[in-house]
């Protein structure tokens, strides 16, 4: 699984996401980004 980072979130390439992560991301909702990121 890749990493998400917070220069990604901002740039938009996870825009479904983006406006819903804080700097420190709920459990779920890394699961969420790490699933989409596998897909």
Do not use: W
């Not at 990493?3 to 909702?29: M, V």
């Amino acid at each position: 699984m890749r990493n998400i980072t917070k220069a990604e979130n901002h740039t938009g390439k996870i825009p479904f996401l983006s406006h819903n992560l804080s700097d420190e991301a709920s459990p779920i909702t890394n699961v969420m980004i790490k699933d989409k990121a596998d897909a």
